[in-house]
């Protein structure tokens, strides 16, 4: 899944400040998951902004809304009906889900309440960490099932760099080495010899550095 | 004779390790440099290590080169794509370097610009088989080109902490020696007996193996290594021995020198790494009776 955290308070402060009337939208997807920015986070920060408005003397209405998935026009089409007289639209949603509202309502300002981080999974409750960078050319089978493009610091291909210690990454004891997980679990699944496997330089236009991509499936094309 | 004539005669090579200033005075390293000059039989220089800017492998190069002295030039696939790595190999070339070390680097957050974005297009085997090519007369994206290069390749060895460790960096080291390096930089020895182990494990590779050799420097760094870096394997009567001497830095080239003799035999060619006290180098080699 994307997994996101909320903002600092004082930058979506920043963003909403000059408004009286905002539709906050969260998303059932993803950031619910992840505790960003589904329902019960909407409503925790309605409250939040709602709290430092009166501070200040001031008075926001907030319209709260969490869709079933925010980066699906079909979906954020809901809006339609909530979004008349509002000065802006504060997304809880990943960078996709407010994007997706900002593509629909042209007039209509998006800020984003969540910094969009990576693809990851849950390692245990309130834990989440990276797995897939998204590199359009999986190699799992190659290594294991885990992830050198994504886990590895230096996305190595062939073997360790040499800076692990005890099993953990150079950059931080609380990272494990990807080379490390990856040597013992060939080991543990007998397939020693797929680690002799040389694997070649990537071609990473199917990667981001491409440019920004795109699936076309003209067998589900309306 | 050549580095790569003695490597290819069987003979010891002696190298140092000389990095480069974050600046343009370069007065310290040339001062180095003289003062080795007729000791070793080429300087090794480090491509931006530990991710710290400075002038880059290539020009410290050029400027032992100019000095007399043979280099050997570290290429490292963190701070450039496979476009700047291969331009900066045909560079190298032209510019008389003949000797290159694939190394993987230190991840950007060791370095002094961690804002910065590592490339990491290649890594090591990606590195090597590029070089390969390039002495093939074709680049990485199959063009021809106007004259090709040729080196004599090496590449490193990672530390290793226990023998299953080992036996994947020798794993690893068929992988690079078969993507093209002809010798390894194996990591500083402590304990020669340890290291012998790896020799025997790596004597099927067929390639010469040029252990490192550091500098301690101070009892401090050799009590910081003990504790913090179990794959250095560093004994703890060594940290007692530095500890215990009336003369510390002299305690340090003694047990250097030492190493070193007792790797003659073991090894093919030591790699000093004096961490910038270069100027002990001859003193270092006077004890190892090289
Ligand atoms: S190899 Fe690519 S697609 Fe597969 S998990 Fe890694 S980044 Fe994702
Ligand atoms: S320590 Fe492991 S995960 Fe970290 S950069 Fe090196 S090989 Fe990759």
Not at chain 1, 11 to 39: D, S
Not at chain 2, 128 to 136: F, G, P, R, V, Y
Not at chain 2, 161 to 166: R, V
């Amino acid at each position: 899944m994307i997994t996101a955290e909320r903002k600092p308070m004082e930058e979506i402060m920043g963003y909403v400040e000059p408004c009286q009337r905002i539709l906050l939208v969260g998303c059932n997807e993803c950031v619910t998951v992840c505790a960003a920015g589904g329902r019960k986070e909407v409503g925790l920060l309605s409250s939040a902004l709602q709290m430092a408005f009166m501070k200040s003397g001031k008075v926001l209405q907030v319209k709260e809304l969490t869709l079933e998935r925010q980066c699906d026009p079909e979906y954020v089409e809901e809006l339609v009906r909530e979004i008349d007289g509002v000065d802006a639209v504060l997304s809880m949603a990943c960078g996709c889900g407010v994007q997706e509202i900002a593509r629909r309502f042209r007039d209509k300002p998006v800020f984003p309440a969540v910094n969009t981080s990576f693809m990851g999974a849950s390692e245990r409750q309130g834990v989440w960490a990276e797995r897939c960078q998204g590199c359009g050319n999986c190699v799992l089978g190659l290594t294991g099932g885990i992830c050198p493009i994504a886990r590895c610091s230096k996305r190595l291909l062939n073997g360790p760099c040499g800076g692990s210690t005890g099993g953990k990454c150079e950059i931080s004891p609380d990272v494990d080495c990807a080379w490390h997980l990856i040597w013992e679990r060939m080991k543990a699944l007998g397939m020693e010899k797929s680690y002799e496997q040389v694997m070649p330089a990537r071609d990473w236009r199917t990667s981001r550095d491409g440019g920004p991509r795109k699936i076309v499936r003209e067998d589900l094309a309306l | 004779m050549s580095f790569r004539k003695r490597l290819l005669a069987g003979e010891f090579v002696v190298l140092a390790e000389m990095d480069t200033p974050k600046g343009v005075d370069i007065s310290d390293l040339i001062n180095n440099a003289r003062r080795i000059k007729g000791s070793v039989d080429a300087v090794v220089v480090p491509d931006m290590d530990k991710d710290v800017m400075r002038i880059s492998a290539l020009g410290g190069g050029v400027l032992m080169q100019q000095q007399g002295l043979e280099a050997i030039i570290r290429v490292c696939f963190r701070d450039r794509n496979r476009v700047a790595l291969q331009g900066e190999i045909l560079s190298a070339h032209v510019l008389g370097i003949q000797n290159l070390i694939v190394v993987p680097g230190e991840d950007v957050s060791f370095g002094d610009h961690i804002e910065t974005k590592a490339v990491n297009d290649l890594d090591e085997i990606g590195l090597l088989k590029a070089i390969q090519s390039l002495e093939d007369g074709i680049d990485m994206a199959g063009f021809e080109l106007k004259g090709a290069p040729s080196f004599t390749v090496g590449c490193t060895v990672a530390p290793y902490t226990d023998e299953e460790e080992m036996k994947r960096e020798i794993a690893f080291a068929e992988k690079k020696i078969a993507a093209g390096a002809e010798f390894l930089i194996a990591p500083p020895v402590y304990d020669v007996a340890w290291f012998a182990k790896f020799v025997e494990g790596a004597r099927t590779l067929g390639v010469p193996i040029i252990p490192t050799v550091f500098l301690l420097k101070s009892v401090g760094i050799a009590r910081y290594i003990s504790i913090n870096e179990p794959s250095a394997h560093l004994p703890e009567d060594l940290v007692t021995r530095i500890r215990k001497s009336s003369d510390r830095t002299g305690e340090c080239v003694k047990i250097a020198g030492e190493t070193i003799r007792s790797l003659k035999g073991l090894s093919q060619g030591v790699q000093i790494d004096a961490l910038g006290w270069e100027h002990l180098i001859p003193a270092i080699l006077e004890q190892a009776e090289v």
